[in-house]
């Protein structure tokens, strides 16, 4: 079993910043993608970062340059660095893990955190 736990969210100026921590325990295997998404109300949810178990990352097109994702092996805890941030920015953030064993693959996902960018 996968568990992740998320912290770092709340409220925040237009163009101020926050940052997303989100600790990941349990059975964790070599293969692998981890993720921030988000969902505002009333829409889908969408992918804002990813980061492959090689370092690879690839961002939504909206926060491209804004947003930073990376990760402490370590500790296991993988960050969402969010600066310049815009009332459009305003969702509930979730961490996400997908493990790949053979031709499966399984989601984890953490609690969500609400961002909230108003002035």
């Known amino acids: 079993q996968v568990q992740l736990v998320e912290s770092g969210g709340g409220l925040v100026q237009p163009g101020g910043s926050l940052k997303l921590s989100c600790e990941v325990s349990g059975s964790i295997f070599s293969s692998y993608v981890m993720g921030w998404y988000r969902q505002a109300p009333g829409k889908q949810r969408e992918l804002v970062a990813g980061?492959?178990?090689?370092?690879?990352?690839n961002y939504a097109d909206s926060v491209k340059g804004r947003f930073t994702i990376s990760r402490d092996n370590a500790k296991n805890t993988v960050y969402l660095q969010m600066n310049s941030l815009k009332p459009e920015d305003t969702a509930i953030y979730y961490c996400n893990i997908r493990q790949f064993v053979g031709i499966k693959d399984y989601d984890y996902w953490g609690q969500g955190s609400q961002v909230t960018v108003s002035s």
């Open positions: 980061i492959t178990n090689g370092g690879r990352t």
